[in-house]
């Protein structure tokens, strides 16, 4: 069983920065690949960024590509989200969530591939 803990989320004016953190314990990290997802108000939940194993590849949403970066940190089991020139409408329950992989470089953009997932950090960011 995975546990992931996000943390680093907050409130920030648009235009600001912020960087993510999603810690893993029990399992081997480097066996998942892992992605970022978040969930405005009323709204479903949706994809933002993913990560293979190896974090060789990666994956956006089109609206986040050129402001936000993943990255990964296998020796500390960590997955980060930088998030930049932020926006109103970034304002989500963010969470990260984890996908046990065979594949080096497999990702996903879908919910359904992925077997475990945090509980999600809030970002609020002002206009």
């Known amino acids: 069983q995975v546990q992931l803990v996000e943390s680093g989320g907050g409130l920030v004016q648009g235009g600001g920065s912020l960087r993510l953190s999603c810690a893993a314990s029990?399992?081997?990290?480097?066996?998942?690949?892992m992605g970022w997802f978040r969930q405005a108000p009323g709204k479903e939940r949706e994809f933002v960024a993913a990560?293979?194993?190896?974090?060789?590849?990666?994956h956006y949403r089109d609206s986040v590509k050129g402001r936000f970066t993943i990255s990964r940190e296998n020796v500390k089991n960590t997955v980060y989200l930088q998030m930049s020139s932020l926006k109103s409408e970034d304002t989500a329950v963010y969470y990260c969530?984890?996908?046990?992989?065979?594949?080096?470089?497999?990702?996903?953009?879908?919910?359904?591939?992925?077997?475990?997932w945090g509980q999600g950090t809030q970002v609020t960011v002002s206009s």
């Open positions: 969530a984890a996908q046990w992989s065979m594949s080096v470089e497999a990702i996903s953009v879908a919910e359904d591939p992925y077997d475990y």
């Open positions: 029990g399992g081997t990290f480097s066996l998942y690949a």
């Open positions: 990560i293979s194993r190896s974090g060789a590849i990666t």
